[in-house]
């Protein structure tokens, strides 16, 4: 057999869209050097995704407790002594610190074992490879081809900087020692909803401005009208069409100001405004990879740039900013590269939740999609209240979406409302990807009683399939 000389990677970024693709270069033979100037994980392990789904665990067990006087729990305790349960922030946030820690560990160890090497610093493109600036100096890594994995950082805005003590973005918010008092924060995307979600059940007062009509703009609108709906129940002010024109600090606290000169004040404030990429700076145009207006890398769907030999995963790309949309992206250029057999990236088939109370998990095409004809399908669309599990578990909010298309009857998309929303998307996600038809959905059993049992149920709902 001709001798294949090994191909010499460095990847560019730790996070998912890098370490991924790292373990699976390695696994198809090249030499591979992952650059990292934070620390492996990246953003989605050591400040994104991980931490803000553990201190989302914490506020789920508090939901869970407010909910559980109607299934006749009672505190014995709080009854005699008149307190209430709450939660011991620095307790919840060093447990956020250590567990994203050991997981970076875990998976320093992985790309240890699979023979990847690592190099801490920032990487920067240059002729025939990376230059890397850390704490050993300046050296240049020869590559025969780079991943840039770069991911991205919370967007700034001039009137409204975070100071990390009371003006605070998403990653600073593991350093405050005790529950605000009263966190306003400043959009309503999936990051806002889902920490405004998360504070208000630890027990913060919480105010949520959104610039949009509803919360959660661009999700399905069912969805979104249920978790406001569940918002304003416990106890959270929502304020809609609200554009935060500048944040400062007032005495102990912070003031909003609106664009309509109203004023919000708050003990915190939390920036949710969307991310922008890593892309500034090193090097990118220099070598002539093509940037998109908003900075992202333009990547087709093997994750190839405008530079042959240049890859890119991940939040830098802007594809869909989702750790495992980033590590499947990764893979993908890998093979691709490495001459395996490769399948381009589908969207149509990534399922995503976001961790409120309720969670909303999606997969495939919408209710948009559906109602402007871009998909051709139905809908049917079953309340939870009616489910007898959710009955039993005193949930009363939620419910299971399921599309299918028009004539075949193949599910082709679907939402989940509810508690583990994220887990019960997957039987959804499995007939989206292998095109099972709602007859085989509904042909199949499930336990008696239990949420899922709603997902059968709706397919039942749209059987005969409908006619074009
Ligand atoms: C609050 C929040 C919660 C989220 N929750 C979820 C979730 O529940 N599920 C989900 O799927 N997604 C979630 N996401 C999205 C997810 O975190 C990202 O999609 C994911 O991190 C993207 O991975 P990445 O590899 O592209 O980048 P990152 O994880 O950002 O990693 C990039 C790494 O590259 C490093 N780097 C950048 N430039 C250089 C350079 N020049 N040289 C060396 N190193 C460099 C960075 O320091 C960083 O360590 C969440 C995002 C946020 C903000």
């Not at 070598?287 to 908003?294: K, R």
């Amino acid at each position: 057999m001709p001798h294949r000389p090994q191909q010499r990677l460095v990847v560019v970024g730790g996070g998912p869209g890098g370490y991924e693709a790292a373990l699976v270069a390695a696994q198809l033979g090249a030499d591979v050097t992952v650059v990292d100037t934070d620390g492996l994980g990246g953003s989605a392990v050591l400040t994104d995704c991980v931490p803000s789904k553990t201190l989302i665990a914490t506020s789920e067990v508090m939901t869970q407790v407010d909910g559980s006087a109607e299934l006749g729990v009672r505190y014995a305790s709080t009854q005699a002594s008149g307190e209430h349960v709450g939660v011991d922030l620095q307790v919840v946030n060093n447990r956020v610190k250590q567990l994203a820690h050991a997981q970076s560990g875990d998976i320093r160890a992985a790309l240890a074992a699979a023979g990847v090497r690592l190099v801490a610093g920032l990487g920067r493109l240059v002729p025939g490879g990376v230059e890397v600036t850390g704490g050993s100096g300046v050296r240049t890594l020869p590559a025969d081809a780079v991943l840039l994995a770069l991911g991205a950082t919370p967007r700034r805005l001039e009137t409204s900087m975070p100071d990390g003590e009371r003006i605070l973005d998403w990653r600073q918010l593991y350093d405050l020692r005790e529950l605000p008092e009263h966190l306003v924060v400043v959009g309503s995307g999936v990051t806002g909803a889902e920490f405004a979600s998360a504070y208000r059940a630890l027990g913060s007062e919480v105010t949520l401005i959104s610039s949009r009509d509803r919360v959660l703009p661009g999700e399905d609108a069912d969805a979104a009208r249920v978790l406001e709906d569940a918002f304003r129940r416990r106890g959270m002010k929502v304020m809609s069409r609200s554009r935060a024109e500048n944040v400062r600090r007032e005495g102990a606290g912070v003031v909003v100001t609106l664009s309509d000169g109203s004023t919000v004040a708050g003990s915190h404030c939390l920036m949710a405004v969307g991310s922008i990429p890593n892309t500034a700076g090193i090097g990118l145009e220099e070598a002539g990879v093509e940037l998109s207006p908003s900075g992202h890398v333009v990547t087709d769907r093997v994750s190839r740039t405008s530079v042959p030999g240049i890859y890119a995963a991940g939040d830098c790309t802007g594809v869909l900013a989702l750790a495992s949309v980033a590590a499947m992206q990764g893979r993908i250029a890998m093979r691709h590269l490495l001459g395996d057999s490769v399948r381009p990236l589908s969207l149509k088939t990534v399922s995503s939740n976001i961790f409120t109370a309720p969670e909303i998990a999606t997969v495939g095409w919408t209710q948009s999609q559906l109602d402007s004809g871009e998909a051709q399908g139905v809908g049917v669309m079953l309340p939870l209240a009616t489910n007898p599990r959710a009955k039993m578990q005193g949930v009363t909010e939620g419910f299971v979406k399921l599309f299918a298309r028009t004539g075949s009857g193949t599910v082709i998309g679907g939402v989940v409302v509810g508690p583990r929303a994220s887990e019960l998307i997957f039987p959804v996600t499995l007939a989206v990807e292998h095109r099972l038809t709602v007859d085989d959905v509904a042909r199949s059993f499930t336990v008696y009683p239990s949420l899922s049992g709603s997902i059968a149920e709706a397919a039942r709902q749209l059987h005969p399939a409908p006619l074009a």
